[in-house]
């Protein structure tokens, strides 16, 4: 057994053993932790465990902290706008408001405008992994529950099934993904330049998408007009699903790119 190791520079000796006790469903278990101490009994060292104890929250806190720093044990703000999180994404809600938004031309649609102003938007879900952002839309200005039913968000750079195309906007660092506030200024901080897809009515109804948001820029709504929301075939519960590929596919229009 080998009782150093050398890691970048520094050296590293054999301290401390858990071990780990099973039932024979392999359902429940329990950990001790035992000394390791070096005995001299021939050609070499030879490392013997010792009696041991039940492993505690201090002692897991001390091996995580040890481990991996960044995901030791630690309090968290509960942000009353999380409506779930786990699987490696978290879902949240914002009100209906009034946003800073940027628009810029761009090759992908002819009459796309440039313009920078402020505009009422919809209540939107939304739901962060590792890797994406997702926004939907929804009526109302109440806080949506799992049964909320959830419409296309009416933005451009957003495809039909809620992905963000990101362009070179940043996602949040590691560290930072729990900011709520940095998700969404990812979103709104950068420029809108084209909708994701040509299908008529499917990103704003009874209007077209460029011209709706001239419009709003030009001369915004008091609030935004919920009758151009379209709706999908999806509910807030429906984006707690482990297959996230498969809720994502719910949404399909023609003509994306």
């Keep these: 057994m080998k009782l150093e190791v050398v890691n970048e520079g520094d050296s590293y000796a054999l301290s401390a053993a858990v071990l780990i006790y ?5 359902q429940h278990a329990f950990a ?3 000394e390791v101490v070096t ?23 001390t091996l995580v ?10 309090m968290q703000w509960n942000d009353p706008r999380v409506l779930a999180k786990g699987l490696g994404r978290v879902v949240w809600w914002s009100p209906p408001q009034r946003r800073s938004m940027f628009f810029k031309c761009s090759s992908h649609a002819g009459n796309a405008f440039e313009a ?10 939304w739901m962060g992994t590792q890797q994406e952002l997702y926004v939907w839309a929804y009526r109302g200005n109440q806080p949506p529950t799992r049964d909320t039913p959830l419409c296309q968000a009416p933005f451009f750079n957003v495809w039909a099934r809620g992905q963000v195309c990101l362009g070179n906007a940043v996602l949040p660092p590691e560290d930072q993904r729990d900011d709520l506030d940095k998700w969404e200024r990812t979103f709104f901080g950068s420029r809108f330049t084209h909708p994701n897809f040509t299908q008529p009515d499917r990103l704003t109804v009874g209007i077209n998408p460029i011209q709706f948001w001239k ?25 707690l699903d482990a297959d996230l590929a498969s809720v994502a596919a719910i949404g399909t229009a023609r003509g994306e790119f």
Excluded: C, W
């Design 215 to 239: 419009n709003q820029m030009a001369k915004p709504s008091k609030t935004f007009p919920e009758k151009v929301l379209y709706d999908l075939k999806l509910r807030v519960k429906d984006l």
């Design 116 to 125: 920078r102003g402020i505009a009422p938007t919809p209540g939107l879900v």
């Design 22 to 26: 099973t039932n024979s469903h392999r």
């Design 65 to 74: 902290r040890a481990l991996a720093p960044k995901e030791q044990p630690r």
């Design 39 to 61: 005995l001299d009994l021939g050609p070499g060292p030879t490392p013997s465990i010792r009696p041991g104890t039940p492993f505690t929250d201090d002692d897991y806190r």
């Design 32 to 34: 001790s932790k035992h």
